[in-house]
Structure formats: C-alpha cells, structure tokens
C-alpha cells in the first residue's frame, strides 16, 4: 500500500518498516530528535544490505563492505598502529614503527625496493646490499652446528660484509675483497706498492710458475759486457755481447753477437766504411746522390753501365774535357738565321730573317695608343686613330662602322649627361627620350617584316604578321590606326602567320578609330600587351 505525505517535515513514533526505497530530497531524522544538539537516537537496519545490490549508498554509490569490515576503522589512528584495526597512512605516505610477523608458511615478505644501493631491507642503519642470490649462499647442505657458532663469532660488520659484494674470482675491483681464481691468479691490479711486499735483502722476485722466491743481488749478478737473454729452456743466460766491431742480430729463435762482413765494415767507435766499387748505380735511388755528396773527381765513367747516368743524376756542371763530344749543332727554325756547330760553354748569337727581320726594322713605338698594322707584302707600320680604323676596317676618319657588338658588362653609349643610352646589370637606361625611325604607313594589304616596329594601318586592310621562329622571343610589333577611320564595319585587321594564334585567337581586330595594339613574340605564339 502506498502512503503520500504533504511536504514539510515528517515525524513518527515507533517503527517505520520500509519494504522498498526510502527516498526524500530534505532531511530524514530516525529515532527520537534532540532539537537542542540536532541529534537523532534510533536504529537504520537494513536487514536486506548484501553488499552486491542491495544497502547503504552513499552520493549514488553502494557501499560493499560489511559491518565488521567497516568498524576495522573505528579506533584508527593515522600513521599510527592500533591492535585489530586498519593500517592509516599518514600525508607523508608512512606509518609509524609496526612488528611484522608471518603468521604460516603460507605468507611471504617481500621487499620489492629491494635494489642493494638505495633501497631495501636495512639492519642496524646499514643497507644489506647483497642480493637473495647471494644471501642463499649460507643455504648449504654442508653446514653443521660448528660453521654455525664460526659464523656467530664474525665481528665484521655489515659494511664490511659488504665488501664481497659483486667481487669476480680471479678479478681486481674497486673497494672490493681480492680474490684468487681456480688458477691461483688475479688480473686487473693497479699499483701494488713495496710497501705490502718485502724482501730479505737487496733483490727482487723470480717466479717459479707456482710462487714467488725472494733473490739477492748476488744472485742476480752479470759479468761486464754480458746481456740477460732467454734461452730455450725459458730462463734467463747470458750472452757476451761486448765483441770488438760486432752487433746483436736475431735470426727469429735467439740473438746473436756477430762480426760485420763483407762490403761494409764497421769501427768500436760506429763509424761505417763502405768498400770501393761496392757500390753501383741500380743501388742508388734518382737524386739520392749530388755533387755535394761526392770528392772531386769521384765520378768516372767506368763506375756506370751504358746509360744508367741521366740529367736527374746530376747537380752541377760538367766540364768539357769529361765529354766525348764537346760541342752541339744548332738547326735554326723559321724567321732565324743559321746558326752551325757550337762548342760547350761558348755563347752564340742568334740572328733573325724574314718577317722577323722585317719587324726587327720597324724599330720601337714613337707615341702611346699605336699598333703595328701591315702596310704591304713584307711592311709594317705603327699607325693609331682614324689612320688604323681605315687600315683595320671599322670605318674611315672618326666614324667607327662594326657589323655588330657584343658587349660583356656594362657599356655607356654618346656623351656625358642626356646624350647617353648605357646598359647597366642587364637594364637600357636612356637618358633623353626615344625617336623611332622605322615607321610604317600603310592603307593597304601588308605583311609585317622583322625589321619593323609602328605599322600605322588604315580601316579595312589586313596586316599579316610574320612567323614567330624567324623572330627573337621578346620581338615587339606596335599597330596604329592612326587616321582614326576604323569601325566595326571597316576594321583594321591582324591577322597571325598560318596557325599562330594572337592571345589564342588567330585573328584580332581594331574596329574603334585611332585604336592601337602592341604585340610581343613569346615561344609558338603572340602575346597583347
């Protein structure tokens, strides 16, 4: 049975059973209300609260935790421990000193910080910084009661415990413990120094292959002139190596005292003495041997095979009487006069025939600015000015005539101020303005040519224009109906060679008086500027 109640505030006495929902958007009191201290006495049982669907929520969320899982929080304190209540962590995220025990074998600690250099389990300050791994060592079927109080009695401490961690059998390491290897050896030691390793008398060490025996200088003592070599039974002999004039060599098992022989002898003092003749021309590298290096008179012929001695073997100069042919015949070329047969180390003149005696007669130049132009069959003259242009061909008295120019940078043509037309980085700067002398003036029929430039057109002719590959790209035509008696009836018309086309079209039209066009050359077609 459902049961509406007026808004406001509800108070009843007794029990309220509540088969389903109890909902309110106010407050709901329970039990008898004390108005003074807003407290409510009473009983919430929900008796069907299952933790899974049915119960308190709170803010719209079911709460599944039971009762006695709710009251572990009664009574605890933050960052602290209270018998049988939950574990509160305080801001800083930790809790106060706490005694862990593994109630079975079931249960495990575990340290997952563990790491052997920050973090991990600490005893009496010091971080325990040997692995599990290495802790299991202690696990040994082998050990009895007795290596158990050997163990107790250890006063080392955990640092200095600490000092095996991470070692390498038969390897030095920083801070470490040292330890042999299966072979008795350790590697990677730096300055072991004689202070940790004494002898009984002046001496040193001699290793035997399995230790080291203390020997005395006595016993260490080398006759004058000797040397300690190994031998082949892997000890050490001595070997005389003070013989007059002889040198220590190896023949790739033992070294020898050996005597020098044959072309090369040497003193007690070091100095080498090669034999005469010992030495021939395939020994010696071009430009190894100089003038410098030799006596004079050294070099002979006899000390050369037959055309060993090139000019790259000499340095100096070689005096006539060491040739077998003493002087040279000179061939002249042309323009030269004949020379004949000149002797080593005399001077020769050299005289000039022909075109050259012909110049040689010209004499030198009387004035800045002159050339030397022929005249005539065998004449020359020095000539400048108008004289030269006429006799070169680029015009007669000041008039300078060229069939063309090319001109690499820039070129300032007439004189100074507004008479001057130049070129500068590729743009024609013209002072003055510009007078057009090609103009045409048709009231007929006409093709245009390449030489044109204004074609004044009447009304009602035609203007051809020519090909665009006889033309330059960038060749400019202007069109001008200059009498002014084009209309739309009678109009000038252009008019591009064959398929050409004008802006696309092959035919344009000035149909309005006094109306121009320009047109320009660009690729296979024209353009309308």
């Not at 039971?66 to 962590?89: P, Q």
């Not at 430009?287 to 050294?298: E, L, P, R, Y």
Request: aromatic share 4%; charged share 15%.
């Amino acid at each position: 049975m459902a049961y509406k109640y007026q808004r406001g505030l509800q108070v009843s006495s007794g029990s309220l059973h509540v088969e389903h929902d109890l909902t309110g958007s106010g407050n709901n009191i329970l039990g008898q209300a004390n108005t003074a201290v807003h407290r409510a006495y009473g009983t919430l049982d929900l008796s069907d609260a299952d933790g899974a669907s049915y119960g308190l929520k709170l803010g719209g969320t079911l709460v599944t935790s039971t009762a006695a899982e709710l009251n572990f929080a009664d009574g605890a304190k933050v960052g602290e421990k209270v018998a049988s209540k939950a574990a509160i962590y305080s801001s800083s995220g930790s809790l106060n000193t706490w005694g862990l025990a593994v109630v079975d074998g079931a249960y495990d600690l575990k340290i997952a910080s563990h790491d052997g250099s920050s973090n991990g389990l600490v005893l009496g300050s010091t971080l325990v910084t040997a692995t599990g791994a290495e802790l299991n060592y202690l696990d040994n079927a082998d050990l009895t009661a007795a290596d158990i109080t050997k163990l107790a009695a250890l006063t080392a401490t955990a640092v200095e415990l600490n000092y095996s961690d991470g070692i390498s059998l038969g390897t030095g390491s920083a801070s470490t413990v040292l330890s042999l290897d299966a072979n008795r050896s350790v590697t990677n030691i730096l300055n072991l120094t004689s202070s940790f390793i004494s002898a009984s008398a002046a001496g040193g060490f001699i290793g035997d292959g399995s230790a080291l025996t203390n020997i005395s200088m006595d016993e260490m003592a080398l006759v004058r002139g000797y040397i300690w070599i190994g031998d082949s039974e892997g000890e050490a002999g001595q070997v005389d190596a003070k013989g007059s004039a002889k040198i220590l060599v190896g023949d790739g098992t033992d070294v020898n005292s050996v005597s020098i022989s044959g072309d090369v002898t040497i003193s007690t003092a070091g100095a080498v003495t090669i034999a005469s003749n010992a030495v021939e021309t395939v020994m010696i590298k071009n430009n190894a041997v100089t003038m410098a290096s030799m006596a004079t008179g050294s070099l002979e012929n006899n000390a050369y095979a037959t055309g060993s001695l090139e000019n790259a073997h000499l340095a100096g100069a070689i005096a006539n009487a060491k040739l077998s042919n003493s002087a040279v015949t000179l061939t002249q070329g042309a323009g030269m006069a004949a020379m004949g047969s000149v002797s080593l180390g005399s001077a020769v003149t050299v005289a000039v025939d022909g075109n050259l005696e012909d110049l040689d007669t010209l004499g030198v130049v009387s004035s800045n600015g002159e050339m030397i132009v022929g005249t005539g069959a065998g004449a020359y003259a020095y000539e400048s000015g108008a004289t030269l242009r006429t006799s070169i061909g680029v015009g007669t008295g000041d008039t300078l005539t060229l069939a063309g120019l090319s001109v690499t940078g820039n070129a300032t043509l007439g004189n100074s101020g507004e008479d001057t037309v130049s070129v500068d980085a590729g743009q024609l700067n013209i002072s003055s303005g510009i007078a057009y002398e090609n103009i045409k003036y048709k009231n007929e029929n006409y093709t245009v040519s390449a030489g044109d430039y204004l074609i004044n057109c009447g009304a009602g002719n035609t203007l051809t224009l020519p090909a665009v590959g006889t033309l330059e790209d960038g060749t400019v035509f202007v069109i001008k109906n200059g009498d002014g008696d084009a209309s739309a009836s009678s109009a000038v018309t252009i008019d591009g060679n064959g398929a050409e086309t004008i802006d696309g079209t092959t035919t344009i039209l000035l149909e309005s008086p006094y109306a121009a066009v320009t047109v320009m050359v660009s690729g296979s077609g024209w353009l309308v500027l």
